[in-house]
Nanobody
Framework: QVQLVESGGGLVQPGGSLRLSCAAS????????IGWFRQAPGKEREGVSC????????YYGNSVKGRFTISRDNAKNTVYLQMSSLNTEDTAVYYCARRRRECTSYGGWRSGLVFGSWGQGTQVTVSS
């Protein structure tokens, strides 16, 4: 059974850090690009970051560039999202999902439309 499970969310103060994990099961992680997305109440889903399968190329949304870092450990079948300098606008439910091959393959990554096997999400709340 193909499954992605997010973890690591929680409550953090502005300026703080969190590391999210996306644990994959039922498939071989290294054949897929993995994307992180987020959705805040009343807002559209936003592409946060993506890491490709072949060369682990990384991509970031403009709002998180320089603050978030995506990485993958194929041996552990896990993708991580290290988030730092968090602010209240980062508050959202964060999801991971997969797509074949590369982030920049046909359909791109930012919209998430070509991604599947979405996890259940993990809540990140940035508040003082």
């Amino acid at each position: 059974q193909v499954q992605l499970v997010e973890s690591g969310g929680g409550l953090v103060q502005p300026g703080g850090s969190l590391r999210l994990s996306c644990a994959a099961s039922g498939f071989t992680l290294d054949a897929y690009a993995i994307g992180w997305f987020r959705q805040a109440p009343g807002k559209e889903r936003e592409g946060v970051s993506c890491i490709s399968s072949s060369d682990a190329s990384t991509y970031y949304g403009n709002s998180v560039k320089g603050r978030f870092t995506i990485s993958r450990d194929n041996a552990k079948n896990t993708v991580y999202l290290q988030m730092s300098s968090l602010n209240t606008e980062d508050t959202a439910v964060y999801y991971c999902a997969r797509r074949r091959r590369e982030c920049t393959s046909y359909g791109g990554w930012r919209s998430g439309l070509v991604f599947g096997s979405w996890g259940q999400g993990t809540q990140v709340t940035v508040s003082s």
